[in-house]
């Protein structure tokens, strides 16, 4: 009788273990903005899902609209990206499917302590751009087609301006962390999502300072979404939606809003449902 009930067990066990293990080995890639990245948010929150789910998320981080062709090639299985208008506007095409608000923070504009432009405390972002541009003062832009450098050039537009072609408006096609280190050099002024900010500013000794903050405009929502399987039928889709599923879900949210820098500051609001 206790040889047939160690058989037992011991089936038991190895169901248990061949269901919890049936995403085993897959893999999924993401492609997503280089905030996520650069923040340490990745790699704070994907071992939790990994562990759950036996699924393995690689990330390109590039810019958000280079995350988007990238997945619109197909040669992404999801995306995670910043630019809610393009998001919905790929979606209704049909190159992306299922997308879902995931989580917000905000973009902020920074510059040199000793803020020539005068900006500091504004409370208007596109008001606060129209002083720097009318102080001529050194400006750097991420110039990379990237959420924050999309919503960068909506922010001039409000100003009624172009800055294009000054000399004080340098573009430096680079990442966010790139382009703030660059600033710093520079004693400029960019705007920045505040998580790659506050991680950056922890971390080695960037000479910027938070000018310009709370305008609603600033606002800085991200979104998930599959690739879509009737444009890339070889796109994991299925493991995709267990992924979308969990970022969503109570554990994945609780996960975002856990996740917080050396300092403790909070980078990312968790907003899916």
Known sequence: MKRVFNVYLALSVLFLFCVSSSNAGSSILCASTTSTQNSGLFENILPIFEKETGIHVKVIAVG????????????ADAVLVHAKD??????????FVNRHDLMYNDFIIVGPPADPAGIQGMKE???????IAAAKAVFVSRGDNSGTNKKEIKLW????????????????????????????????????????????RDREELE???????????????????VHPAKHSHVKYKEVLEFIAWLTSGQGQKAIASFKDDKGNRLFYPNAN
């Open 86 to 95: 393009d998001e919905l506007k790929m979606v209704q095409e049909e190159w």
């Open 64 to 75: 958000t609209g280079a995350a988007l062709e990238i997945g619109k090639r197909g040669d």
């Open 157 to 200: 537009k409000a100003a009624g301006l172009n800055p294009k072609k000054n000399g004080w408006y340098l573009e430096a096609g680079q990442g966010m962390a790139k382009t703030l280190r660059i600033a710093g050099q520079k004693q400029a002024y960019t705007l920045t999502d505040r998580g790659t900010y506050l991680s950056l």
């Open 208 to 226: 910027l300072d938070t000018l310009v903050e709370g305008d609603p405009e600033l606002i800085n929502q991200y979104g998930v979404m599959a």
């Open 125 to 131: 972002a596109p008001k606060a751009m129209g002083t």
